[in-house]
């Protein structure tokens, strides 16, 4: 579990998705109030190598655009990106960073955001009405890293303001995730 900014609060189907399920963790070594772009992205790369087995990420918001910047950070490091030990991403309302009018001042910090296609199955969410986020930029994010996209309409920013609870549309489509990555495993 990747965080945006704030982290997941106990009404978030981040923190839902995590006490119903022993597989899912969060990335502990961020602090996820201040958005600190070499620091959280040292986390992520920490709490990814620290993994017995690939995981699968799953990002919230401003986690997102630390997932992109990963992505891009590896790709400069190792030449190319074809080997990352990453699974598969789920990337829920992907915060702006490049717009003003959408984000806080904090979260630019992780601007611009990444367009490089991601090595891994991925899929952006997005909402008709997020505040942080216009659908069309959600869609060009999907469409940059080679990531599915799904709409689920009028949700906010797909946070615990959106009372979603255990968010099972949301499970639904990381476990559509993980049998792609099964099958791409097999092929």
């Known amino acids: 579990m990747v ?3 704030g982290g997941s609060d106990s009404g978030h189907w981040q923190t839902h998705w995590h006490d119903r399920h022993a597989s899912c963790e969060f990335v502990q070594s961020v602090n996820w109030n201040l958005p600190e772009r070499e620091s959280w992205l040292a986390g992520l ?3 990814i190598h ?3 087995t690939p995981p699968l990420l799953v990002a919230h918001s401003l986690g997102c655009a630390l997932v992109a910047h990963w992505v891009a950070q590896a790709h400069k490091r190792n030449g190319g990106v074809s080997n990352l030990p990453v699974r598969g991403a789920l990337l829920v309302a992907p915060a702006d ?3 003003e009018a959408h984000t806080p001042a904090e979260t630019h910090v992780f601007a611009p955001m990444p367009l490089s296609v991601f090595p891994f199955p991925s899929t952006v969410v997005a909402s008709t009405n997020d ?3 216009d659908p069309v930029r959600a869609k060009l994010f999907a469409t940059a890293w080679g990531a599915e996209y799904t709409n689920v309409g009028p949700r ?3 946070n615990a303001d959106s009372h979603l609870g255990d ?3 949301g499970w639904d489509l990381l476990t559509d995730l ?3 990555d099964e099958q791409l495993s097999r092929a």
């Open 167 to 169: 968010w099972q549309e």
């Open 131 to 133: 505040p942080y986020v």
């Open 50 to 52: 620290a993994c017995a």
């Open 45 to 47: 790369d920490l709490a």
């Open 156 to 158: 906010g920013h797909i």
């Open 178 to 180: 993980y049998r792609e």
């Open 3 to 5: 965080p945006g900014l």
């Open 97 to 99: 960073v490049d717009s």
